[in-house]
């Protein structure tokens, strides 16, 4: 027997007049990695909350494992475990304590909701603040370690369906490496889970299938070699425009664009890698000018697919401050073709 | 990148879903939430111990040459204020406040019965309150050197009675208004509670209209059965006081309920 651990079908939610989720339908295996992708109010949120249970769809089905999940919250949600966006109340807890009580929840002896609280400190390099006591307002642990520890508290015990909504806010750059491969891990071992995120570039390493939501709808989705939709060799020429926002690619560009997103001050262009050489130099040109403030040339990554698929025409609705610009490829300033 | 392991596994079945008993759950959020607001502790009897001395002392000063029945009255009636005060103000402050940060929801999300949330945040309330009793009778006690005459049952039963109707009530402020109109109107019921209800002086001086009013609401009713397992020997309480009590209480935790239960 092949179950789905989430099945969702034409979910659609609203507030007021606003459709937050508009005939979303969408299925994670056990096993998998499921990345939910999509700018902030594109519904991400929405969808989550009610799978478990906070908010009833208007419309539409979720089945969780067995469990119809409109018509049977509480029982689906003990197939479920959640790391929400806001912060893991933790106030007056260690991390190791919360990481027990969160074992504990989910059945765990305290045997082994001991151990499994040694492990993940061990996992996810909190070692050292694992017996810090969390203060009111903010005090004693960093923002960063509550996270993580948020985090281990989803997944003290294997779970069936595992939610993590924005699971990297606050985490400094090499802890969000072995988050992500703890979460690879979780999938490997058998669950299933959903991985609501913006961090593109980073998701896309450990995800199995992608689904892009844009304003409450599912506007892309497969697999991350799928959505980016162009050759592994093609290349990615990233020009930053100068204040006023003029692009020079809008006009005289002699160059073979498979595809161009405009999204602020940046834009990408991907360009086959056989152009790499005339790239660099029409791009050096330009600067030479002081008509763009810089470039870089890097292989072309998920990002542009996602941006491609999400930025809008009209001004209102372009998100130009992407808060995690992916950073490693803006080293890369000569191809490599 | 090498280091991202997408090993194609075999799918495995979907894992079990969580089997925990409710004692087990109910032991566990107690620890949870015991450590989360335990460290208030300390700070919460201090509260009380100051607003016992300041109902007690302090009305001594607004009634010269006070007797020694009226003493009693006072004394007799601040336990109920420190109750009520932590039920109808700490409380919903609480609660708006971890609705706020998402607290709240995220207790809703655990593979937990949620009416065990309720359950689990009453004892929690009633141990920190519960204290209050006993500091507002010590300070009465220090300054007007009463002897009281206990009815331990009675006194037993009607702490825990208030101590519940006023967290349920509280809780349900909390739960069915805005965080900033729930933290108004907490502020609101602390004057109401101290300076317009019959608890440290008797119903009889308040306006017809008035005790009309307070006869429907929890207040007077949880002063009487308090004050007559405090001085049992000056004061009774009747059946009446007891179902407004428990009616009110009902009220608080069905309201409370239904919106932890309910999906929005």
């Known amino acids: 027997m092949d179950t789905d651990v989430l099945r969702i079908t034409a979910l659609t939610r609203g507030y007021g007049k606003v459709v937050a989720n508009d005939d979303i339908s969408l299925r994670v295996r056990p096993g998998e990695v499921v990345g939910l992708l999509g700018h902030n109010g594109a519904g991400k949120t929405t969808l989550v909350s009610q799978v478990v249970g906070l908010l009833k769809p208007h419309a539409g089905t979720i089945q969780v494992g067995q469990v119809d999940a409109v018509r049977h919250p509480g029982a689906a949600r003990r197939h479920v475990a959640l790391q929400a966006q806001s912060q893991t109340p933790i106030d007056g807890l260690t991390p190791r304590s919360a990481i027990e009580i969160a074992g504990r929840l989910r059945g765990l002896s305290s045997r082994d909701a001991r151990a499994s609280a040694v492990d993940l400190a061990e996992e996810l390099d909190i070692g050292p603040w694992l017996d810090q006591r969390a203060l009111p307002e903010g005090g004693g642990l960093s ?172 001004p209102d609705a372009d998100r130009t401050a992407d808060p995690a610009p992916d950073p490693a490829p803006s080293h890369q300033e000569t191809a490599h073709a | 990148m090498p280091e991202a392991t997408a090993v194609p596994t075999p799918r495995p079945h979907p894992l079990a879903p969580v089997q925990v008993s409710l004692g087990a759950s109910f032991r566990t959020m107690m620890h949870w939430s015991l450590a989360a607001t335990g460290a208030m502790l300390p700070l919460i009897v201090l509260i009380q111990a100051m607003l016992a001395a300041g109902i007690i002392i302090g009305f001594g000063f607004v009634i010269p040459d006070i007797t020694p029945a009226s003493a009693l009255f006072l004394s007799s009636g601040a336990p109920t204020i420190l109750l009520l005060t932590i039920g109808l103000v700490i409380v919903p402050q609480g609660i708006s406040r971890a609705k706020a940060s998402g607290a709240f929801d995220y207790q809703r999300a655990l593979p937990v019965a949620r009416p065990l949330l309720l359950l689990v945040d009453l004892v929690v309330w009633a141990l920190i309150a519960l204290p209050g009793v006993a500091v507002g009778l010590l300070v009465a006690w220090l300054r007007f050197d009463l002897t009281f005459s206990f009815d331990w049952p009675l006194l037993i039963l009607a702490s825990l009675l208030v101590t519940t109707m006023a967290t349920a009530v509280g809780y349900a402020i909390a739960v069915s208004l805005q965080p900033m109109l729930a933290q108004m109107v907490s502020q609101v019921l602390v004057f109401f509670v101290l300076l317009f209800s019959p608890i440290t002086f008797p119903a009889s001086q308040l306006p017809d209209w008035f005790q009309t009013v307070h006869a429907a609401l929890p207040i007077q009713p949880a002063a009487d059965l308090m004050r007559a397992g405090i001085a049992s020997g000056s004061f009774t309480a009747d059946a009446r006081d007891l179902l407004v009590l428990a009616l009110w209480t009902a009220l608080g935790l069905l309201i409370t309920t239904r919106a932890l239960v309910r999906r929005k």
């Open chain 1, 143 to 314: 923002g960063g370690i509550r996270r993580l520890t948020g985090f281990a508290m989803a997944v003290a015990a294997p779970t069936a369906l595992l939610i993590l909504d924005e699971p990297t806010n606050d985490i400094d750059a090499s802890r969000r490496r072995l988050l992500w491969d703890a979460v690879r891990r979780r999938g490997d071992l058998g669950s299933g889970v959903l991985l609501v995120t913006h961090n593109v570039a980073e998701a896309e390493r450990i995800v199995d299938e992608l689904i892009i939501l844009d304003r409450g709808r599912v506007v892309a989705d497969g697999s991350p070699a799928h959505l980016r939709g162009t050759q592994d060799s093609d290349l990615r020429l990233e020009l930053q425009l100068p204040p006023d926002g003029a692009d020079p690619s809008e006009e005289e560009l002699e160059l073979p664009v498979l595809r161009r997103v405009r999204t602020g001050r940046r834009t990408l262009l991907t360009v086959p890698a056989a152009e790499a050489a005339s790239a660099v130099a029409w791009a050096t040109a330009q600067r030479a000018e002081n008509r763009i403030d810089g470039f870089s040339l890097a292989p072309a990554t998920l990002e542009d697919a996602y941006l491609a698929l999400t930025v809008h025409a009209d």
